[in-house]
């Protein structure tokens, strides 16, 4: 049986077992992958509200030492910033796998440049992406020449997750994609008939190449999922950084000026949201045998 043909059939499998249940054994995946570090209240007393770039570079070195698989930044460098603080981030990135954050945004600052590289070179076949625009929040060449990808976060729903956006006409991963092809046996994205394929395993899409993903089984309130650290913990002297060892590390602010997005009836910040969808992505993977 060629491979084409085994693929086809473990789709129709999956779809006709009824893909969009969760599964456990995927979650477990989920909190064996990411480690979460977050500027959050504690760092907010130690360290002051918010991050420069130069503290932030000392975050990046600091979670280094543990070699991580990669180290996701969930912040936006798109505004000038310092020469100093920027050359600190840049030599921060220096032998690691950095993923930085976009997002599509017609809000001052804007940029429209970004590197060739960065986006999807694959097939989009009869995938209609539907989340597109020709300008956004990119962090500043000097930074992302040094990063492993730009990934755009933003959704149209808070319920459907894309895998690809469209900037300047072309594709680009989403981070939530950016960061499946980071989990163990994962692999560069490719796109197959009602879903995307992420090295060993199978993501269902609908014909916007998003996935539905469900947040009512979860607790957006208290939701990162496998070892979550602080960043006032993460800078202390005995701090062991193993616990980064091939994971996914993914660096963010849960601070007290974090932005809330709407869930249903409540607001919940900004990362809690983004972990309930990436782990219920997480939930909704299936292995390729």
Request: aromatic share 10%.
């Amino acid at each position: 049986m060629n491979a084409k043909l085994k693929f086809t059939i473990f789709v129709a499998i999956q779809l006709l077992s009824g893909i969009y249940v969760r599964d456990c054994a995927a979650e477990t995946l989920f909190d064996k992958s990411i480690v979460v570090v977050e500027y959050d209240a504690k760092s907010e007393n130690a360290l002051g509200i918010f991050p420069s770039r130069a503290a932030i570079a000392s975050y990046v070195e600091k979670i280094k030492r543990g070699r991580p698989k990669a180290i996701v930044l969930k912040f936006f460098f798109d505004g000038p910033g310092t020469a100093e603080d920027n050359l600190s981030l840049e030599k921060s990135f220096g032998g690691a796998n950095i993923l930085l954050q976009a997002s599509l945004n017609k809000e001052p600052p804007t940029s429209r440049q970004l590197d060739d590289h960065f986006f999807f070179a694959g097939k989009i076949g009869e995938y209609k992406i539907a989340l597109k625009g020709d300008e956004g929040w990119l962090p500043i060449k000097q930074l992302a020449k040094s990063a492993s990808k730009v990934c755009f976060a933003g959704v149209r729903q808070v319920d459907s997750i894309p895998v690809l956006v469209e900037f300047q006409g072309k594709p680009i991963p989403s981070m939530w994609a950016c960061i499946l092809e980071e989990m163990p046996d994962g692999g560069k994205l490719e796109l197959a008939k009602n879903g995307a394929v992420f090295g060993k395993y199978w993501l269902p899409l609908d014909t916007f190449g998003e996935t539905k993903v469900s947040l009512k089984e979860v607790n957006l309130k208290d939701l990162d999922g496998g070892p979550s650290v602080s960043v006032a913990d993460l800078m202390t002297r005995d701090f062991d950084a193993e616990v980064f060892a091939s994971k996914i590390v993914l660096l963010t602010y849960t601070g007290s000026k974090s932005p809330l997005i709407a869930v249903g009836k409540s607001s919940y910040k900004v990362h809690n949201v983004f972990v309930a969808e990436l782990r219920a992505l997480f939930g909704l993977l299936r292995p390729i045998k």
